[in-house]
């Protein structure tokens, strides 16, 4: 891409997640992830239905009659996107790549960040962290991130989510909302994540593509991995061969499941070309109940 190029996509989808930020996600996205904790603001008048436990009697003795205590959530939080940037995510044969969608769904997340006054960083990885931007406030920050996520160039092609999990566990001082953008095409990596999980509040994306899903019945088709460079020849023409097919997508999906439900996490699994609003406002409202 230009600079051009780049600037005017920035600015797209500045523009698509500000929108999305106001007129649809800044409640979902408070009530969902919730502050450390409370601290005391200042006291007033009781009033009936105040909760008794709360009456500053200091006060209320000087003044001469109930004053109550009241708190507030102590908001600020820091989010963090993890995003894989290996080869496979290149792949997409629907309106977008793997790596546009989690692209969007990124910048969606990270202004909604913003937009409530949080901190928000991201680690690009492939088979090892190939760059780390710490967590800050603000548009400008935001809109380098983006920058970052439309032209970033990864030097390694594979995937290594493990490395990436471990990175954020010896970088993070305190608990974070981490978003995990990935087709979760790797293994070994559950342990990780558990512990991941127990210091940090974290919410897998899984991206993938329809074909990674179904094969057309096109006849001899040679496929390459992306990630390793191994070709194989299949006739896609052949029922069994798209049923094997379709049986390892599945098992992908159902292994990251399993994996992050495992680590009590909670996981989004969500296709090229789908409306990927609905999910995250869904996903917003549920956490918040």
């Known amino acids: ?5 780049i600037l005017k996509k920035v600015r797209e989808l500045e523009i698509i997640s500000k929108r999305l930020t106001n007129h649809l996600f ?4 408070h009530t969902a992830f919730k502050g450390k904790g409370m601290s005391f603001k ?5 009033q009936p239905g105040d909760d008794t436990r709360f009456i500053d009697w200091n006060v209320s003795a000087r003044m001469g009659h109930a004053f109550s205590k009241l708190f507030e959530e102590e908001r600020e939080l820091t989010v963090y996107l993890l995003m894989d940037v290996s080869a496979s995510s290149l792949f997409g044969t629907f309106r977008q790549t793997k790596k546009d969608l989690s692209t969007e769904i990124s910048a969606v997340l990270a202004f909604s960040a913003i937009a409530n006054n949080d901190k928000v960083g991201i680690i690009f990885f492939s088979d090892h962290v190939e760059k780390f931007i710490p967590a800050k406030k603000g548009r400008d920050h935001v809109l ?7 032209n970033f160039k990864p030097r ?4 290594d989510l493990v490395k990436a999990l471990r990175f954020l566990n010896n970088t993070t001082r305190h ?6 953008l990935s087709d979760f095409a790797d293994a070994g990596f559950q342990d ?14 899984q991206v ?3 074909r990674d899903e179904n094969l057309p019945a096109v006849g001899m088709m040679q496929l390459i991995d992306s990630e390793t460079g191994k070709t194989v020849l299949l006739d896609t023409n052949d029922a069994f061969t798209r049923y094997r097919y379709n049986l390892q997508f599945k098992k992908v999906l159902e292994d990251a499941k399993q994996s992050f439900k495992s680590a009590g996490a909670d996981l989004l699994q969500i296709s090229t070309g789908q409306d990927y609003v609905k999910f995250l406002q869904q996903f917003f409202i549920r956490r918040g109940k």
């Open 1 to 5: 891409m230009t600079t051009e190029q």
């Open 208 to 210: 993938y593509d329809q």
């Open 156 to 159: 390694s092609s594979q995937t």
């Open 26 to 29: 800044t409640g979902e996205y």
């Open 144 to 150: 380098y991130m983006v920058r970052e996520m439309i």
């Open 192 to 205: 990780a994540l558990r512990v991941a999980s127990k210091r940090n509040d974290v919410v897998g994306i």
């Open 175 to 180: 608990k974070s909302i981490v978003f995990v």
């Open 42 to 46: 200042e006291v007033r008048e009781y």
